[in-house]
């Protein structure tokens, strides 16, 4: 008999608004240690909110439904307490940062989550082990957080970071647009490490991904809710057949 | 004519006038009275050397008698002021022709007692090239600082300025540099001290070919007031200047900066900028941007241009989703934005040593 896995996520009646306006109504999700769980859905379906609200945007208001994290209640954490608790976002427009080196931030970041654990030195044999997996050059490290960054660069910035911090449930959010098919991989690979021994929350709109990232659940999201769980053959079928035959 | 009798000759600036709309003499002045002059003027303990605390070699500070000999462009009572207070003596620095200064020089001023002034006159002679960085600290309640200096045909200066005063000093800073044919000047401030500061930097733009760029960086904190005006006169064709300044308003402090940019009949083919940005860290702080422009040739290129924004929530939100506090969050998109003034600034080692400042300084503020 195999043992329970540990819960990670655990989504109850969520209820969301923004400015006033109702976005998620009523949304249930429940995701363990090791599974990784694909999000998909026309635009405006809500799957950005849930990723702000998990990572804490304040501009997000939660106006019903519970959230635990590793059996702590989220809403009482602020968002710096949510990444040093093991959770990770990785935007879908990442933030440019201007004046602000990349080499300094990744220094910084990582030793706010790892409370300065990593020394100087393994620090930097971790950044480089990283930034070579991800085919990174090492002028990416002296130029400004996201300024003047393509597309792809952005992406790949944040799955170093994702590789860097090593958390314990990564969302990632939209990080497939925007990639050619060579990034597509690079950053795929990336994925599948960091969700080797922790829980993954994929929003995608494209199958593609989904061939190189294996998900163990597949939701589609309509209007603020999940509508359909399935397995990877979900995604498929969504690919085929759009998200009509899904409504009410 | 001594320089007091010609400070005195002088009338108080009208509060109506741009330069003195916002901080008035009245307040700029040690002792709040126009034709007083304080008496007792300590000189600051001024030292010249290389960034690792050694000798320079091939040129020092020389004090010596002013000779006064003013332009247009000068910066009229502040200068005056300031000359006054100095007795007449000066500071020199010669760069001789054809002279090529690799490392940065480092000119510590360490300011004490009730009033304080230092005149500096550089000149860089045709052909040299250097970079100085200048260093103002220490707990003078008054500081004057007048620096004023040609630079020569196809020479070139790099010049940073740190202001680390305490922070219950008043610093009056005036400039005036006059650039010949095909000169460079790249001139750098990072003001962090004193509660209470007034500049009026001058750029006079006399040869063709020129390239003048200044670059303000301004942490206003607490009740700061921190008030700069900048005057560029191009009178030369072919030339170019910018200026990017960033402001950090926190507190109650206060920032003003106010440009013009004039450019003259015979300045044709310039191509000038003024840029003014401003982030407003609390609603009780407030920043003025005022960038002014005065076209009188027909082929120019002239942009000004000026914001003033709170810190983006997003950008915040960004940080603090990796593991950084709110405060820590704050400080580092400060460091950012102050550092981001100094963009593409030719002298690296000069940004460095004032990023080194400016992180002690933002260290001290977390901890506090």
Redesign the interface.
Known sequence: MSAKKASLLEISNLHVSVEGTPIIHGLDLVIQLGEIHAIMGRNGSGKSTLANVL?????YEVTDGKISFLGQDLFEL???E???AGM??S?QY???????QVGN?LR??VS??NESKLSAKEFRILLKEKMNDLQIDRSFLSR??NDGFSGGEKKRMEIL?LLL?NPKLAILDETDSGLDIDALRLVSEGINVAAKDSGCLLITHYQRLLDLVKPDFVHVMIDGKIVKTGNSELALEVEDKGYDWLEA | MDVVAQYLESSEPSNSEHLWRYTPWKRVHPLGSFSNIPDSVISPKAKLSYLDGTEVKNVCLEKSELNISTNKNDPEISASFIRALCGGVCHKLVIPKNTIIEQPLFLDLNVSGYVSAFHLIIENMSNSKFELITSIHGDAEWFGLLREGKIDTSSNFSDLLVNQMSVSSTLLRAENFILQNNAEMNSATLSLGGSNCKSDLRALIQGKGVNYNQRIAMHGIEKRNDDIHLRIVHEASNSNSRVIAHTICDDSSKNTTTGKLIINEGAQNTDAGQKFLNLLLSDSAKANSIPELEVLANEVLASHGASSAPI????L??????????E??KA??V???????F?DFPSQKLIEWAQTRLLVHLDCRLVV
């Open positions: 990572m804490g945007h304040p501009a602020s968002v710096d949510r990444a040093k990770f976002l935007f990442p933030m440019t940062i201007p004046g602000v931030f910084k970041s706010a989550v400004y957080v970071q911090l | 983006d929530e997003n950008q939100f960004y940080l603090r989703s990796r593991g950084l506090s709110l820590e969050s580092i998109i460091e950012g934005f102050l550092m981001s003034t963009l």
